[in-house]
């Protein structure tokens, strides 16, 4: 063969680096290779070019906030997911898609309290009410969204609970103190003003030791006084009762006793 | 019956979310915005759910919407006003305490794919950092698999040559 052999491109060789070279045009490069060493320095730049780059990606991975994002998903996924059971009624016939849809609708009635998502959420709601939504049906909904991720990542802040305490307390007619709301063995981490079909409710986050979120709830739904009730939806157990014109509940993936002990302590202290 | 696109996208969306934010972290540099960005994604997606096709990958839909609320969207209006402002490294502490200090080389190597041109660190990451194939890729981006070539002969090219820089400046006392 006479002549200058073809010039050999930065992107052949970086093909034949990342495995991409079809086989003759790889074996080919190799013989090229072993005989030119300017060819082969080229090549070894080329890979310390590349060196490490899964090694950094794979280290941010395990950097993304998995608590923020679950944070994210989970108010995104209550805000938008009952959209096609406004857009497209037709599809809530199908069977275990129509259930979905509304424990989705109602969820998103309680999350309808975010700013953000009020006109939206109310505007739909009320072009088109679906079967009637316990409010209990849409807090465990709502909580069954959370993970411990979702609350582990709210620092435990005493003087921030107390204000967010008193602010989301107000609508209810009641002041709710830290003493009055602290259970055992579970950090408070967060209270919150949602709304239910125009009623206030508020909802106190908790986070235990060694298990899923506990959340106390209380709307003021004018309901008359009842004795605290046992049930279980979204797999998790619920307490329930109502006092002074207000709906009480707690819940949580807590066995029956406990959640019992633990209403039974709200009961006295908070009324 | 099979499952449908919207129960498919709703029962694989969660598992995806880090990946998203990966992807957001290296198209726009920012944290807030990668935040955003999988805001966006996840938006968007429950809400086209019905044209997802099951049995797809799903992980492929998810970053082609990303992408392209990153081009057409936030890019445009919010983000990137100052250029490579942001120290790779940083990311790598912020949620794990520690991470900078066992992670040294991959906030090193993080740090230079940020300052790659854009069009090079997404193929970068799509290829080295997903595992697309080059033919993959070109689909992802819409580009020619000479393109994808030419990009990461490119990216090397450069790396290289930062790494050596690198090298010198430890070099000396």
């Known amino acids: 063969m006479t002549g200058l052999p073809p010039i050999v491109s930065d992107e ?26 300017s060819l082969a320095d080229r090549l070894e730049a080329l890979r310390r ?23 994210i998903f989970a108010d995104i996924g209550v805000q938008s997911r009952a959209v096609p059971t406004v857009s497209a ?41 679906p079967e009637p ?11 069954s969204l959370y993970t411990r991720e979702s609350l582990s990542a709210i620092p435990n802040d005493p003087e921030r609970l107390k204000e967010e305490l008193a602010s989301v ?46 959340a106390f709830c209380i709307i003021l739904n004018g309901a008359p006084d009842a004795d605290p009730k046992f049930e279980s939806r979204e797999g998790q157990n619920i307490v329930f009762w109502s006092k002074g014109g207000r709906g009480f509940l707690i819940i949580g993936r807590t066995p029956r006793p406990e959640l019992e002990a633990l209403a039974q302590r709200l009961q006295s202290s908070v009324s | 019956m099979t499952t449908t696109g919207h129960e498919a996208v709703m029962a694989g969306l969660k598992g995806e979310l880090k990946r998203l934010w990966r992807y957001g ?20 997606a429950i809400e086209r759910a019905h044209q997802f096709i099951p049995g797809t990958r799903l992980d492929r839909w998810l970053f082609a919407i990303l992408r392209s609320i990153w081009l057409n969207d936030i890019r ?25 200090e066992t992670n040294i080389l991959a906030g090193q190597v993080l740090s230079a794919v940020n300052s790659l041109p854009e069009a090079q660190r997404e193929t970068v990451f799509l290829v080295y950092g997903e595992g697309l194939t080059y033919r993959e890729a070109a689909e992802t981006l819409a580009i020619p698999i000479g393109t994808v070539m030419s990009r990461l002969a490119g990216a090397r090219a450069r790396l290289a040559g930062l790494a050596l820089e690198e090298k010198k400046r430890e070099a000396k006392p």
């Open chain 1, 12 to 37: 052949e060789l970086t093909a034949f680096l990342d495995g991409e070279l079809p086989q003759a045009a790889r074996r080919a490069l190799e013989a090229r290779l072993a005989e030119d060493s």
């Open chain 1, 49 to 71: 070019g590349g060196a490490n780059l899964k090694a950094g990606f794979d280290a941010l991975l395990a950097a993304a906030p998995e608590a923020r994002l679950a944070t």
């Open chain 1, 89 to 129: 009624p037709v599809r809530r016939q199908s069977r275990s898609v129509a259930t979905v849809f509304l424990r989705l609708a109602a969820a998103l009635v309680l999350f309808v309290a975010g700013a953000a998502a009020g006109v939206f959420g109310q505007r739909y709601w009320g072009a088109q009410a």
């Open chain 1, 133 to 143: 939504v316990n409010w209990r049906v849409a807090v465990a909904d709502y909580l």
């Open chain 1, 169 to 214: 307390s107000a609508p209810l007619g009641i002041t709710l103190s830290p003493d009055e709301v602290a259970l055992p063995d579970l950090d408070l981490k967060r209270a919150q003003l949602l709304r239910f079909r125009d009623k206030p409710l508020v909802q106190l986050a908790y986070l235990p030791a060694d298990d899923g979120p506990v």
């Open chain 2, 25 to 44: 972290f290296v198209l726009s540099g920012r944290r807030d915005a990668a935040d955003d960005l999988v805001q966006a994604t996840c938006l968007r």
């Open chain 2, 76 to 100: 445009a209006t919010r983000y990137r006003t100052g250029e490579g402002t942001v120290d790779a490294e940083t990311v790598l502490t912020f949620d794990g305490a520690s991470a900078v």
